[in-house]
T-cell receptor, first 114, second 115 residues
């Protein structure tokens, strides 16, 4: 899986939007962009994924740059429960049969201030 | 209903012992995984397994072995435990969706402490 770069940490206020950036300049045409998060003392949790178009679900939105070399996870209204480490992961479903596991980086530690 | 469950939640043992961690998923997924999260919080894939194939991360010592009695279970056996094996171990499962994309569901983790 191709490499991603994320800020080590970000801080935001409760009930404000949060934009978590991810750079992936070496992304290939078949790489999907996945986001997972890990809340304190819990296992990672799937958030969202996309290929080219922006995506929305009940948890977040994913904005993908036109050249696909970067993306942004958007939490529209952060709560204290969103404090977690957020991981941006590239995953090629046609490589390794999808059965070779996720490659986690260091992620972004999101701190939410009340 | 718990989608991916692991037992035990905590495991404290002496160096040199052999131990197992159990994992069960009730999602009907065909692929299961074991990940290790060390003290610096780095998450690394150890194994992935479906009923056809086992993929092993080459950095995993052969003291670690996954065993799958059936599609819903993937247990992790560890022989001759060492201090460096202390970590949190996460089980996960996935099912490939249309287009080949999969999303993984993780268990709550097993914190292993080797004394």
């Amino acid at each position: 899986d191709a490499k991603t770069t994320q800020p080590n940490s970000m801080e935001s206020n409760e009930e404000e939007p949060v934009h978590l950036p991810c750079n992936h300049s070496t992304i290939s045409g078949t790489d999907y962009i996945h986001w997972y998060r890990q809340l304190p003392s819990q296992g990672p949790e799937y958030v969202i994924h996309g290929l080219t178009s922006n995506v929305n679900n009940r948890m977040a939105s994913l904005a993908i740059a036109e050249d696909r070399k970067s993306s942004t996870l958007i939490l529209h209204r952060a709560t204290l429960r969103d404090a977690a480490v957020y991981y941006c992961i590239l995953r090629d479903p046609y490589s390794g049969g999808g059965a070779d596991g996720l490659t986690f980086g260091k992620g972004t530690h999101l701190i939410i201030q009340p | 209903d718990t989608a991916v469950s692991q037992t035990p939640k905590y495991l404290v043992t002496q160096m040199g012992n052999d131990k197992s961690i159990k994992c069960e998923q009730n999602l009907g997924h065909d692929t299961m995984y074991w990940y290790k999260q060390d003290s610096k919080k780095f998450l690394k894939i150890m194994f992935s397994y479906n009923n056809k194939e086992l993929i092993i991360n080459e950095t995993v010592p052969n003291r670690f072995s996954p065993k799958s009695p059936d599609k819903a279970h993937l247990n992790l056996h560890i022989n001759s435990l060492e201090l460096g094996d202390s970590a949190v171990y996460f089980c996960a499962s996935s099912q490939r969706l249309a287009g080949g994309v999969d999303t993984q569901y993780f268990g709550p983790g097993t914190r292993l402490t080797v004394l």
